[in-house]
């Protein structure tokens, strides 16, 4: 089995890394959400080749999370590429995904960048927490179930 | 470049693509969360080819996410591997994951399992939040700026 295929799985984690799994997918969004969104620039500034670079766009805009902007310019312009709003919130995985580095994974000198978070203008580690009672979740205090929808097989999204 | 190479950006995400962004590895992390711990089991669970699981079990073992625990039983016997401190602080990654395939890959039936907070005792929806104030994280609110370590070039972690 490939591990696209287990997207097919009842699983939403196996579901999100056939979309977003890729490491370049990854590093695109993060370009996305620094403000990148030509083709050109996201290709400097990964370092990537122009063939992957060209197929992980095509993919997330297939799956919605990109779409593509068509340019002016005329023919031979590549167009530029904007996150939607199924796209903006892949922010979690990155913020997630920042916070593990900047722990486990910083040089001597420390993380290498501090975020402030402008709403309360303190400096900020983002947490993931329960949206019930806002405390931090950790492994071992999740009980998955299956959900009301799946059991009565009803339509809700 | 090829993506590993990344990880010596001075970028947290980056980095931790360098570890974790691997597909076959978060599903890997997801059976770990669960209980898994044996090979076997590993194969079985997420049907991978066992050079595939052994190279990822070993590339995680290296970089302290895994840790070998040998087997009594004699030699032949396969090891088994349980989650480190660095490891299990890899839950709000896959839990980040989770939410946003709930929210956009599930199909008509809506998200496949819900979760429950074992500490509250409520349905809850992992969310990504602010340290200080406990508010979500949205695109557009946070700025990132040179850590105050990394301006000085002191030493600290």
Known sequence: MRWSETGAAPCSIARSLSVVGD???????REAFRGTSRFEEF???LGVAR?????????LAEHGVLERVAETG???RRGHYRLT?????LYPVLL???RWGDRWLADERGAPMAL???????QTTPTVTCSHCGKPLEPGQLRARLSAAALS????R
Request: aromatic letters at 2%.
């Open 23 to 29: 490491c370049w997918t990854l590093l695109l969004l």
């Open 43 to 45: 290709r400097e500034r």
């Open 51 to 59: 063939n992957v670079l060209a197929a992980r766009l095509r993919r």
């Open 74 to 76: 005329g023919p031979g």
């Open 85 to 89: 709003a199924k796209g903006r919130d």
């Open 96 to 98: 997630a995904l920042l």
């Open 116 to 122: 402030v978070h402008q709403a309360c203008r303190h």
């Open 153 to 156: 097989g009803t339509t809700q």
